[in-house]
């Protein structure tokens, strides 16, 4: 058995055959005797001639490969409730394999189920109406749905990811997000795989209750064990002996629910900045060294600097892609990005963004472990009083660097509309300053990044919770809260849908144990 590397142009499919000649190459045998080869990770490579670079696995006679599977569900329908509270990727998949463990999950979910979420977030789009409980945060599938799908964790430091991607498969995604280093399913095809989740676990037995904000999480002892009580809004109130949250980095009134009953939280260092939009074409020409033809992917980027010993970085990098409102409550501004599966919008966008630690904002230490989330929070009003309404303040990236006003702003796919604004002086100082810095840096590793044909707008600011619930490293419980399990990112430990899905499904594990 051996693994091996192979390259092909672009725009060439290798056919069974060759990739056959080329693991018996690699195993010393005729192709004949090649019992089985698999491909493992699919790249692209622009350094040179423009090629896919194909990682194999091949086995000759007498050896076989390891086939991922997953495992199989059972019919919980009488198994004991295990409550999650969220139905984002670390919810969904918590349940999944809650199914697996033999436990049923109740899935208590604040927003809407995905179909009637979208209505809610044409309102958003078309005429700024924000509902605070379904949008492109909140809602079946979490803030992952609306806001592009790309997959980009590879790491199995912290669980098997094969699980994950696997599973997505299973529910409609596209096989190829087994292979590509950088794999997408796209906001248009997300929503039926979610509502497929759904599916699946309520037909073994689990339950989805839409339109159920918890307000309120209390621990029961009747003498002979714990348990717990989650109240919602609405008055219903579940119990179990298990809870597994699954909030979101949205959920800022778990963090406080957390805070008055005094239960343990951490501050956690976030990133804010901005919402970068380039012309596509541009980012194709630069990152294809001008060899760019149409039936290409559109091009991506990363990039990252050290500035005043913090990061300034690309974030949710999104390929022919959109821009679209992000806030969860009236009188805030935020924007993420997002991308279809054919990533066919004439524009390219990303955050940039700064690493931001308590000790950049001490002016909000009155405010205790929740002075990050609250200064989030303000910048984010600031830029809803500049405007007025949903319309993003945004300047042109060079004008911004030098402090000059921008004379006119380019055309935007951000739907709600742009407004002109000194961001200069609407970020805070040291943002600004670290991102001016940062910008004239990423045009040294990407010619022709830093242009006044870049649209900068504000503001970039959920880039992950700024806050962490501390659990207990075996249980995964909070510590003295035994059977109280926060997952995910709103539990700060984890940052997109792979690994939010792989925290929860190491929540319902830790539920089973």
């Known amino acids: 058995m051996k693994e091996f590397e192979i390259a092909f142009p672009i725009g060439v499919t290798p056919s069974p055959e060759e990739l056959r000649k080329a693991a018996g190459r690699a195993l010393g045998v005729k192709p004949d005797k090649v019992a089985d080869l698999s491909i493992i990770r699919r790249s692209l490579d622009a350094r040179g001639e423009i090629l896919y670079r194909y990682r194999i696995s091949a086995a000759a006679q007498g050896e076989t490969l390891e086939k991922y599977q997953v495992d199989e569900y059972r019919d919980v ?57 379904s949008n492109y945060c ?27 991607l696997h599973q997505l498969v299973r529910f409609g995604a596209d096989p190829s997000i087994l292979v590509d280093a950088h794999p997408h399913i796209g906001s248009d095809r997300l929503p039926r795989i979610v509502e497929n989740i759904r599916h699946c676990i309520e037909e073994y037995g689990g339950e989805y209750h839409f339109s159920e904000k918890v307000i309120d999480i209390v621990q029961v002892d009747d003498g002979r064990r714990k348990s717990w009580k989650v109240i919602c809004e609405g008055g219903a109130v579940y119990c179990a002996s298990s809870v597994i949250l699954a909030t979101g980095h949205s959920s800022r009134e ?26 596509q074409s541009l980012i194709n020409r630069i990152q294809y060294h001008g060899k760019y033809q149409p039936w290409m992917p559109a091009a991506e980027y990363s990039l990252v600097e050290q500035v005043e010993g913090r990061g300034v970085f690309s974030f949710c990098m999104c390929p022919g892609g959109i821009l679209v409102p992000s806030c969860t409550a009236p009188g805030e501004v935020v924007l993420n990005g997002m991308s279809n599966s054919q990533r066919n919008s004439q524009w390219a966008n990303a955050g940039i963004v700064c690493s931001v630690e308590p000790s950049d904002v001490g002016e909000y230490d009155r405010y205790g472990v929740l002075g990050l989330m609250e200064f989030q929070s303000a910048v984010e009003r600031r830029m809803f009083e500049f405007s007025s309404s949903l319309k993003a303040p945004s300047q042109r990236m060079l004008d911004f660097c030098r402090k000059k006003d921008s004379a006119g702003l380019p055309a935007s796919s951000y739907q709600p509309g742009t407004v ?10 040291f943002i600004f300053e670290r991102l001016r810095v940062g910008f004239a840096a990423f045009d040294r590793k990407m010619k022709g990044y830093y242009t006044n044909d870049a649209l900068l707008l504000a503001t970039e600011s959920r ?31 984890a940052g997109g849908i792979v690994s939010s899905a792989v925290d929860g499904i190491l929540a319902a594990l830790a539920v089973s144990r």
Not at 110 to 132: E, L, P
Not at 420 to 429: F, K, Q, V, W
Request: some cysteine; charged content about 25%; hydrophobic content about 35%.
């Open 463 to 493: 880039t992950s919770s700024p806050v962490r619930i501390p659990r207990n490293p075996e249980t995964m419980s909070v510590e003295g809260l035994e059977g109280l399990i926060p997952c995910g990112e709103g539990a700060g430990y």
């Open 77 to 133: 329908s009488r198994s004991e409730p295990v409550i999650v509270v969220g139905a984002g990727p670390a919810g969904m998949f918590a349940s999944l394999r809650l199914l697996m463990e033999g436990r049923k999950p109740v899935v208590l979910e604040r927003g809407k189920d995905v179909h009637m979420r979208k209505a809610d977030i044409a309102a958003i789009n078309r005429r700024q109406i924000a509902c605070t409980e």
């Open 138 to 164: 909140f809602g079946e599938g979490g803030a992952g749905t609306f806001s592009d799908g790309k997959l980009f964790t590879r790491s199995n430091k912290r669980g098997d990811i094969r699980e994950v």
């Open 420 to 429: 002109n604004a000194p961001l200069y002086e609407l970020l805070p100082p």
């Open 254 to 279: 778990i963090y406080r629910l957390f805070a008055s009953k005094g239960w343990p939280l951490e501050a956690k260092g976030f990133a804010l900045g901005v919402r970068a939009e380039h012309p």
